[in-house]
């Protein structure tokens, strides 16, 4: 009785204390933070997309501007960390707990066709964008890899693995018919399998044994000009292990480890250079360039992902400590400029109107938002850096569809013809650099002062959602519409066009409830890898 009666007046204090607190957009009680990074393949690579730990941060104009997308617009609301890629044509492609959404605009998010309707572990995409491969676990019982072979506008499921928990999943970019997934079996043994058919089939290619006692395997990137090479993280004590395979993932050789979680990994577009980044600041960054020793690179940044695209090492970085969430360098990481700063964004595009997912859902959240990001103490604002990259002409709507066309005409003999076909297309700008995110660690927040939610440490989670709001974007179609050419300098919202011509439709919300903040219960970790991932 004195357990029912105690309960009755934590749940009473939860539900005023509820009422008392205002609903910021928290989604998940999380520090503000960001976790990982990619940008679009090829001349999409103006496309750019960040993971926060209150949504997703996208530009259409190589960072000049950026827009807010909340995590109830995605359908992803919590502490799942939703793995996303970018497709030849700029769509944007996220994994979450339902299924697959994509966009164009970022305005508008629905399912895409073939859509499995299941929690996507995991995205990856070959060099052109053109062919993508998600991941459905894991549950060890029907474990599936799905494929696309159109940027991510259909997807049709592939090889099935059962007894298998999926962990990670990458294609490789010069080769997307092979295809490298790794994870677990019963017993928590770690194994490496692998396809050499586009994902219609995959064999097991290591296990325990080959990870030189790691473990775990993280496919961490497979070099973007021999897909023989790839790299996986293996987890060693309280650090871990990067390790490289030459002959397709059957024997490693361990290159490096950090003492703390290896939480960045960077690939050169040459696959000459490799990056990775400590969750220790004394251990930082470090580069090895054309197998040499690695070195400590001269700039001092939290990092908290690492990835390199067209010359361009991109770092999410902590924004209480460093200023800003994202940032650039151009000569390795010795310097690195601000590229993004949570506390200078301006929330959801103009572009996005009120009868889209963003517009509706996410513009009523931003208020509360943006009252979380201002109160963090990072000094005075940073001067934020872009660099010049030439404008897009993206064509028409017709130009559009006629790509896609072509895409699914390419796969009239069956997907390993069509797979074959692009292993020989141009890697020029391989996006195939995995990065790692911050994991939800198992501190315990000692909510003692109610009022001050934020002052929870980095990697605090706080599931206290009362009522979250759900998006169901299901509509069986999501062509998607052309960006505009970049928005002038130092306009903080992305203007992609109101209309995205995604049949997605805003879908049935709910409105959202307050959060109750302040009476919580620690959430337990969530698995080792989403420290050790960027996906």
Same mark, same amino acid.
């Given at each position: 009785m004195y357990a029912s009666s105690s309960r009755s007046l934590v749940a009473l204090g939860v539900a005023l204390l509820s009422a008392a607190l205002p609903s910021p957009s928290l989604a998940n009680g999380r520090f503000p933070s960001s976790n990982y990074f990619v940008a679009g393949p090829g001349p999409e690579s103006r496309v750019l997309a960040l993971r926060t730990t209150f949504g997703l941060a996208t530009s259409y104009d190589a960072g000049r501007s950026w827009a807010w997308v909340c995590e109830e617009a995605l359908d992803a609301v919590g502490t799942f960390d939703a793995s996303m890629s970018i497709g030849f044509d700029g769509t944007l492609v996220v994994g979450a707990p339902r299924g697959i959404t994509i966009s164009r605009s970022g305005c508008s998010w629905g399912a895409p066709r073939g859509n499995p309707m299941r929690p996507i572990v995991d995205v990856a995409n070959d060099a052109t964008g053109r062919y993508l491969v998600t991941a459905i676990g894991p549950n060890g019982v029907d474990d599936t890899l799905v494929l696309s072979d159109d940027g991510g506008a259909s997807w049709t499921e592939g090889a099935r693995i059962p007894d298998f928990f999926t962990d990670t999943v990458e294609m490789a970019p010069s080769r997307p018919s092979r295809i490298y997934v790794s994870g677990f079996v019963r017993g928590g043994i770690a194994v490496l399998r692998r396809s050499d058919d586009g994902g219609m089939t995959t064999v097991e290619v290591a296990r325990y044994t080959a990870f030189l006692s790691g473990s775990s395997s993280f496919v961490a990137a497979v070099d973007p000009l021999d897909p023989d090479v790839v790299y996986v993280r293996s987890a060693a004590g309280f650090g871990t292990m990067l390790l490289r395979s030459d002959d397709g993932g059957r024997t490693f050789r361990e290159? /490096?480890?950090?003492?703390?979680?290896?939480?960045?990994?960077?690939?050169?577009?040459?696959?000459? /250079?490799?990056?990775?980044?400590?969750?220790?600041?004394?251990?930082?960054?470090?580069?090895?360039?054309?197998?040499?020793?690695?070195?400590?690179?001269? %700039?001092?940044? /939290?990092?908290?992902?690492?990835?390199?695209? +067209?010359?361009?090492?991109?770092?999410?970085?902590?924004?209480?400590?460093?200023?800003?969430?994202?940032?650039?360098?151009?000569?390795?990481?010795?310097?690195?400029?601000?590229?993004?700063?949570g506390r200078l964004l301006n929330g959801v595009s103009p572009a996005c109107g009120a009868t889209t997912q963003v517009g509706m859902v996410c513009g009523p959240l931003w208020p509360a938002q943006r009252a979380v990001l201002a109160a963090i103490d990072a000094g005075p604002p940073p001067v934020l850096v872009t660099r010049d990259v030439p404008p897009i002409d993206r064509g028409s709507d017709a130009t559009d569809d006629a790509a896609r066309d072509v895409s699914d005409a390419s796969d009239a003999? +069956?997907?390993? =013809? %069509?797979?074959?076909? %692009?292993?020989?297309?141009?890697?020029?700008?391989?996006?195939?650099?995995?990065?790692?995110?911050?994991? =939800?660690?198992?501190?315990?927040?000692?909510?003692?002062?109610?009022?001050?939610?934020?002052?929870?440490?980095?990697?605090? /989670?706080?599931?206290?959602?009362?009522?979250?709001?759900?998006?169901?974007?299901?509509?069986? %179609?999501?062509?998607?519409?052309?960006?505009p050419d970049a928005s002038v300098a130092g306009d903080r919202g992305a203007t992609p066009p109101v209309d995205d011509g995604c049949a997605c439709g805003a879908g049935p919300t709910r409105a959202p409830g307050a959060w109750a903040a302040a009476m919580v219960i620690a959430l337990a970790t969530r698995r080792r890898r989403r420290a050790e991932r960027g996906r």
């Open positions: 290159l /490096t480890r950090t003492d703390d979680q290896m939480v960045g990994f960077a690939l050169s577009d040459d696959g000459g /250079t490799v990056w990775v980044a400590s969750a220790s600041p004394a251990e930082g960054i470090r580069r090895s360039v054309r197998g040499g020793p690695f070195t400590r690179v001269a %700039a001092r940044v /939290t990092a908290r992902c690492l990835r390199q695209h +067209g010359g361009v090492l991109y770092v999410c970085a902590d924004e209480a400590a460093d200023g800003y969430l994202l940032g650039s360098s151009i000569d390795g990481g010795d310097h690195i400029d601000p590229l993004f700063s003999g +069956g997907a390993s =013809d %069509a797979l074959d076909v %692009a292993a020989a297309a141009d890697v020029e700008a391989a996006d195939v650099s995995d990065v790692s995110d911050v994991s =939800d660690v198992s501190d315990v927040m000692a909510a003692s002062d109610v009022s001050d939610v934020m002052a929870a440490s980095d990697g605090v /989670t706080i599931d206290a959602q009362a009522d979250a709001v759900t998006i169901d974007a299901r509509a069986d %179609a999501a062509a998607v519409d052309a960006q």
